[in-house]
C-alpha cells in the first residue's frame, strides 16, 4: 500500500502533466491563428501580384505603340501621360459599356473578365445548351466555372465584393421573360454567401422564401436538414435553398426548374447592376 506522501507525489506528477497540456493546446490554438494570417496576407499578394503583372504588360503594349508612332521612341514623345495602373484604368460595372466580354475592377484591388448585355447589365449566370456542367462543388460556385462566351457561373467571391460596394439590382430572364429585384446583396464566405436581400422581386417563383438562406452545393450543406435531405443533391446544382428544395435555375436539368411542375424552361440568365433610384 503506498503512503500517504507516495500518493501526493502522483497527484503532483499528474498536476504537473494537466498544467503541460493545457499549455501544448495554447501554443496550438496560437499556431492556428498565424497559419490563418499567413493564408491571409498569401491571398492579399497573390491579389497584388496578379494586377502588377496585367498592368506590366500593358505597359509594354504602350511602349510598343509609342515606339511605332511616327518613328518616335516613348522617350522622345511630349505630353505622354503615365499610365495607371490596370485596375484604376477600368470601369467598376458594365454601365456605358457594350454587349461583349469587359475587363471591369472589383473591389480589393481586383480585375475581372465579364459578361456585359449592352443595356448596363453584367450577366452573373447564363444557360442556353446544358454544354455546362452545374452540378459543381463548393470551391468551383465560389470562384465561378463554365465559358464567358457560352454558359458560366461567375463566382460567389466577387458577386459578393461587388452587391457589397453598391446597392444592386438583379434580372432573371427565363424563356425571355424577365423579373427583376432591387437590393440584391449576398453575404462573404464567412457567412456562406447568405442571401441578404430580395426586396421588391416582381416574381419570386425563383426565390421563394429564399431570403437569409445560405448557399449549398452537394459537398457542403448549408441549408435546412442534415446532409441526407441535402438540397444540392436533390436538385444537382448549388444554390439558395429553403426549406422545400424549389426552384433552381441551375438544376442539371435545362428543361424543367426543379420544384416545379408546370413551369419548363429552355434558357435562364441572371444580371445583376448598380441602383438607379
Not at 27 to 45: H, I, P
Not at 46 to 73: A, H, I, P, V
Not at 97 to 104: D, N, P, R, S, V
Not at 213 to 235: I, L, V, W
Request: hydrophobic share 25%; aromatic share 12%; proline share 3%.
Amino acid at each position: 500500500m503506498e503512503t500517504e506522501t507516495e500518493h501526493n507525489i502522483k497527484i503532483s506528477d499528474l498536476t504537473n502533466r494537466l498544467y503541460e497540456c493545457e499549455r501544448e493546446l495554447l501554443e496550438k490554438s496560437d499556431l492556428s491563428k498565424r497559419l490563418y494570417n499567413c493564408e491571409t496576407k498569401y491571398n492579399d499578394v497573390s491579389y497584388k501580384l496578379t494586377d502588377t503583372e496585367e498592368y506590366l504588360e500593358y505597359t509594354k503594349s504602350k511602349l510598343r505603340e509609342c515606339k511605332t508612332t511616327n518613328g518616335k521612341n516613348y522617350t522622345e514623345k511630349e505630353n505622354e501621360e503615365t499610365p495607371k495602373p490596370l485596375a484604376e484604368s477600368l470601369p467598376s460595372f458594365c454601365l456605358n459599356l457594350t454587349a461583349g466580354i469587359h475587363k471591369i475592377q472589383i473591389p480589393k484591388g481586383r480585375v475581372s473578365d465579364v459578361v456585359c448585355d449592352g443595356d448596363g447589365w453584367m450577366i452573373i449566370q447564363r444557360r442556353i445548351n446544358g454544354n455546362v456542367d452545374f452540378n459543381r462543388n463548393w470551391a468551383e460556385y465560389k470562384d465561378g466555372f463554365g465559358d464567358l462566351n457560352d454558359e458560366f457561373w461567375f463566382g460567389l467571391d466577387k458577386l459578393h465584393l461587388i452587391t457589397s460596394s453598391a446597392p444592386h439590382q438583379l434580372s432573371i430572364l427565363v424563356n425571355s421573360e424577365s423579373a427583376s429585384s432591387y437590393n440584391f446583396k449576398i453575404g462573404g464566405a464567412e457567412e456562406m454567401y447568405k442571401l441578404y436581400k430580395m426586396q421588391n422581386y416582381a416574381d419570386k417563383y425563383l426565390f421563394f422564401n429564399n431570403e437569409e438562406e445560405k448557399f449549398t452545393t452537394y459537398d457542403r450543406n448549408n441549408g435546412p436538414g442534415d446532409d441526407d435531405s441535402n438540397c444540392a443533391n436533390y436538385a444537382y446544382g448549388g444554390w439558395w435553398y429553403s426549406n422545400y428544395c424549389e426552384i433552381n435555375p441551375n438544376s442539371h436539368n435545362l428543361n424543367r426548374l426543379v420544384g416545379s411542375d408546370e413551369f419548363e424552361f429552355n434558357t435562364t440568365t441572371i444580371k445583376i447592376r448598380p441602383s438607379t433610384d
